[in-house]
């Protein structure tokens, strides 16, 4: 398993669309927070259900982190506040230094990524619920 950094194709479409929804996400995600006044619940999970989904706390960690307050992003919901750094300097690389980062494994280490990731989502929701 590796990382391969090269340069980038330029191709709008399949590179630099997906950020600019995530930017667009990012700011909905901030406006619908400056409703929050409001009472408004806007998570249908959390409505049908009546507990936290995994990705519950995700924009209260958006907004603490935009003021700088790191730990408490973190304590939000950790797991998808490092996705979302993550995220973030993979945006930085495409655009500003406009390389391409890919990670070249084989099957069965996709496989293990897998299972890791699901097994650190079902992890971060126990946090989510319990805490």
Request: a positive charge.
């Given at each position: 398993m590796r990382l391969r950094f090269g340069k980038s194709t330029?191709?709008?479409?399949?590179?630099?669309?997906?950020?600019?929804?995530?930017?667009i996400g990012l700011l909905l995600i901030y406006l619908l927070h400056s409703l929050s006044h409001l009472n408004i619940q806007l998570c249908l999970f959390r409505r049908i259900f009546g507990f936290e989904c995994p990705s519950c706390g995700v924009t209260r960690a958006?907004?603490?982190?935009?003021?700088?307050?790191?730990?408490?992003?973190?304590?939000?919901?950790?797991?998808?506040?490092?996705?979302?750094?993550?995220?973030?300097?993979?945006?930085?690389?495409?655009?500003?230094?406009?390389?391409?980062?890919?990670?070249?494994?084989?099957?069965?280490?996709?496989?293990?990524?897998?299972?890791?990731?699901i097994l650190l989502l079902l992890l971060n929701w126990l946090y989510v619920i319990l805490v």
């Amino acid at each position: 398993m590796r990382l391969r950094f090269g340069k980038s194709t330029g191709n709008f479409r399949q590179e630099k669309l997906p950020i600019l929804f995530f930017f667009i996400g990012l700011l909905l995600i901030y406006l619908l927070h400056s409703l929050s006044h409001l009472n408004i619940q806007l998570c249908l999970f959390r409505r049908i259900f009546g507990f936290e989904c995994p990705s519950c706390g995700v924009t209260r960690a958006f907004l603490s982190a935009s003021r700088g307050d790191f730990l408490t992003a973190l304590s939000h919901n950790p797991l998808m506040f490092v996705l979302t750094l993550l995220v973030l300097i993979y945006m930085v690389l495409k655009l500003i230094f406009n390389i391409s980062v890919k990670l070249v494994c084989s099957k069965r280490e996709q496989n293990t990524i897998f299972i890791i990731f699901i097994l650190l989502l079902l992890l971060n929701w126990l946090y989510v619920i319990l805490v």
